[in-house]
């Protein structure tokens, strides 16, 4: 008998806080390998997109003789955001426990540590900031195409992004944490993480989002998804700045400055990188002289100029 697939997708533990992401699916995902042409990625894009969930589920997470039982949402999704201040966790194994009819599992999962007080971080999208995508294209026509048709091994990076992010990172003394922040959907997960690790980014956290109706609806920028977790992110990560970057595309400028003004001492630099939005990026080329604490690129070749 099968068992069920628990997926994790972000585990990390910082000084404060303990935070844990993931699934629970009855089948596991298929493994995209790099021979797979246009067809074959096609048929394992339609898979993703209609992965088997399983809804409020009671599951057991067990880190350093701590438990959390709780339960998976309407999608199958679950989560532990928790100030871990007044416990004593040392271990970075989670294990976890569900059981769904016949079915069961219990898997151990490494926790990524964070807890080393580090100055600078990294917070990114990943949709024309690092994977070259088309989302200004029209009705994003680009996005679907390239996400259908292709594996992420064919995939293009954004020029010399991978190279930027690690320079980024090497400035500082220890490992700053190298969030990926984007509004693809969590069925992506492995897609977005298997081009990461082939181009060669920085090993990081990936926190993507769900699908759904609620996605029509309009929203002020602070009640969006990627404001909402990088304000998480700026809490349990309480004594480290960041660079925060993205593109020119869509909203990502609309949010950082907001953010920025809401935060203004831990948010280092803004790096927005050209997406043909023409209009936009004429407007940033006024606004940049007067805060240069913003930077406009086309690629991120001249990051090593500075």
Known sequence: MKKLHIQVYTSFITRTHLYVKGRILKDSPLLIRPTHGIFSSLIYTIIRAFSREIKYLPIRCVISDVSYDIETDKEGYFEIFENIEQKDIKGNVIEISAQYKKRSNKISSTINDLTCEVPVGIISDIDDTVMVTGVKSFFKIKVVLNTLFLNPFRRKPIEAAADAFHLISNQV???GPVIYLSNSPWNLF??????????GFPEGTIILRDMGWQLLKSKEIAQRNKFIETEKILKVFSDTNFILVGDTGELDFDIYRQ??????ERINQIILNKAGNRKKEKMLEEFTKNNPKYKVLTGFSKVFDD
Do not use: A, M, S, V
């Not at 492995?190 to 181009?199: A, Q, R």
């Open 173 to 175: 003394e220890g490992i």
């Open 190 to 199: 492995i897609y977005l993480k298997t081009f990461l690790e082939f181009n």
């Open 259 to 264: 953010l920025e003004e809401k935060y203004p």
